[in-house]
Nanobody, 122 residues
Framework: QVQLVESGGGLVQPGGSLRLSCAAS????????MAWFRQAPGKERELVAT???????TYADSVKSRFTISRDNAEKSAYLQMNNLKPGDTAVYYCNANVKNGIFDYTGTNFWGQGTQVTVSS
């Protein structure tokens, strides 16, 4: 099995910054894409940013130019640097990883972390 553990959430004032981390462990041959999602109270989970194994990143329009996703393949980790945070960014942030368990596992399996709370408030 695979475990994803997020960290780095917390309470921050508008305009502030936070850096989220996601560490993967367990039965991992390799990790394809990694991503960050978020879910605010009463809303559906939404995609925030994704990054391929080769480092190509994509972002939701709402976070472009403010958030930066990165990863360390050797450490099986992903990060989300969040700058100029706004109250609308308040949500539980979830890490997602598409994990291959062997050379013949062509599609991989998606795993989720337990989430970390980010609250932006003065």
């Amino acid at each position: 099995q695979v475990q994803l553990v997020e960290s780095g959430g917390g309470l921050v004032q508008p305009g502030g910054s936070l850096r989220l981390s996601c560490a993967a462990s367990g039965r991992i041959f390799s990790i394809n894409s990694m991503a960050w999602f978020r879910q605010a109270p009463g809303k559906e989970r939404e995609l925030v940013a994704t990054i391929t194994r080769g480092g190509i990143a994509t972002y939701a329009d709402s976070v472009k130019s403010r958030f930066t996703i990165s990863r360390d393949n050797a450490e099986k980790s992903a990060y989300l640097q969040m700058n100029n945070l706004k109250p609308g960014d308040t949500a539980v942030y979830y890490c997602n990883a598409n994990v291959k368990n062997g050379i013949f596992d062509y599609t991989g399996t998606n795993f989720w972390g337990q989430g970390t709370q980010v609250t932006v408030s003065s």
